[in-house]
């Protein structure tokens, strides 16, 4: 358990196109701040889990259903989704080089090491933003957790990604039926909104039960076909 009163050890630290990134220990967390900013840590993985669950229950029962995860991150969403024999290929864009070396060779790579090695597993580097706005590949399932959520996003450039336009990337990128499930760390009824606005269908959200204060959510929503 770490104590309160345990000072963060910067493991890493480095400077990208997207600002800085930060990889440090806390006792017996380790945790990702990008730009200065607390994205994720190791203390559980619920709320990826749930995210990758959350897509796959609400898909239409297809078989071996194709994932695209937006953020490596910690890697738990990766792991969970590579321990599930029923996803079939699994894509994960992530854009932070230094991420992507944490997790192969470095601090990181004891939560990934088996799914990056599964031979459904491929990582992309690049900015999801373009990666669904360039790509000519499909997907069934899209799990986003490259924010804290819609409303509170890690470098300015991201609002784009939940935005009307940035939404309908998404939909290109998801065949008929497939399922957008985006990770927020509060819900966003505005959220919501847009996804119905850009013409999803059963939008829904789902909460993930904290210690304290408001619950993390998983916005759900469906392209229609």
Do not use: K
């Amino acid at each position: 358990m770490t104590a309160f009163y345990d000072s963060p050890v910067v493991l890493d630290r480095r400077e990208g196109p997207y600002g800085e990134v930060v990889l440090r220990r806390h006792g017996d967390l380790l945790q990702i701040i990008a730009n200065g900013c607390f994205l994720m840590d190791t203390s559980d993985g619920r709320s990826e889990r749930l995210l990758v669950d959350a897509a796959l229950s609400a898909l239409d029962g297809r078989e071996r259903p194709e994932l695209l995860i937006g953020g490596l991150g910690v890697g738990f969403s990766l792991a969970h989704a590579a321990a599930n024999p029923r996803w079939g290929a699994i894509t994960v864009v992530e854009r932070e080089h230094a991420v992507v070396d944490w997790h192969l060779d470095g601090p990181l790579s004891g939560i990934s090491d088996r799914a990056i090695a599964d031979p459904r597993t491929r990582i992309t580097e690049t900015d999801l933003l373009d990666h669904v706005n360039e790509t000519c590949d499909t997907y069934d399932a899209l799990c986003l957790d490259i924010d804290n959520g819609p409303d509170w996003t890690v470098t300015e450039g991201n609002d784009g990604l939940y935005s009307a336009a940035g939404l309908a990337g998404c939909a290109r990128v998801l065949r008929p039926g497939g399922v957008l499930a985006v990770w927020s760390a509060q819900p966003s009824p505005e959220f919501e909104g847009t996804l119905r606005n850009a013409g999803f269908q059963r939008v829904r959200t789902e909460e993930i039960p904290v210690a304290r204060g408001v619950p993390d959510v998983v916005h759900l929503a469906v392209r229609p076909g």
